[in-house]
């Protein structure tokens, strides 16, 4: 498993250079952009594009907020026993704000988010996992102090791009079955002046996270949504 927290993709340091640091070689990197071609639905002539934008990239910025959930959506996706590309698409470049995996607690962690907002205002990758509850004020879910509907709020008004992974994300999930006592709703609910990518699942498929960002990294837009 690769550690999120030892290891990481530097700031500095292109995906080819981390990929040599890692022993990832170029034919399972070339392998890897045909299989997001193919997951994505685009033609199989785009590989080679997709392999140019990513083979100079440098880090992107992800946020990643976990609200009214099991956790089992970041499992899914960060805790892969399999290092590969998307491993460290979405593995080690989740540095600049996921509670769950990172070193930091309360006052820091906390300063940890407003710091990667303000240093990557307007560009970072918002990714949200688990349900906003809203009924009584929101108090079901309380961080550092506040709901977790301000916070989203605060975090998608920067972001560049909102991914909202897994069925609790998406519509509610399993705290929004009756009697929903705490109000659970998508964040779509919520986020209305941005678009929200659904990415359907309890939990997604990590590989459709992936290749969701990395369209986005390749193409500098999201990948065409249906109403849903
Ligand atoms: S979608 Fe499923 S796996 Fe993900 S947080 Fe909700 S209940 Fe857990």
Redesign the pocket.
């Known amino acids: 498993m690769l550690s999120p927290m030892t290891n990481a993709w530097t700031s500095s340091e292109t995906l080819t250079g981390c990929m040599r640091r890692k022993g990832i070689g170029r034919r399972d990197f070339l392998t890897y952009c045909a299989e997001v071609s193919a997951l994505l639905g685009l033609s199989s002539a785009l590989t080679p594009r997709i392999a140019r934008a990513l083979e100079n990239l440098k880090r992107p910025p992800v946020i990643w907020l976990q609200l009214q ?6 499992e ?1 996706v960060l805790r892969t026993s399999n290092p590969s590309i998307g491993d460290l698409l979405l593995n080690t470049i989740s540095l600049d704000f996921q509670h769950t995996i990172m070193a930091a607690a309360g006052d820091a962690a906390e300063a940890a988010l407003h710091d990667a907002m303000r240093e990557n205002r307007r560009d970072y990758v918002l990714v949200v ?3 906003v509850p809203v009924k009584e004020d929101g108090i079901y879910t309380i961080m550092a102090g506040r709901t977790a509907r301000t916070v989203l709020e605060e975090a998608a008004s920067s972001a560049a791009v909102v991914l909202a ?6 519509w509610g ?2 705290q929004a079955a009756s009697p929903d006592p705490t109000g659970a709703v998508g964040v779509a609910e919520i986020i209305k002046n941005k678009p929200v990518v659904n990415i359907a ?4 498929i990590a590989d459709v996270v992936t290749a969701t960002v990395i369209h986005y990294l390749t193409f500098g837009r999201l990948p065409e949504l249906d109403s849903e």
Do not use: R
């Open positions: 959930e099991c956790t089992g959506c970041v899914t996992t688990g349900s992974v897994g069925a609790c994300a998406h999930g399993v699942g309890c939990p997604p």
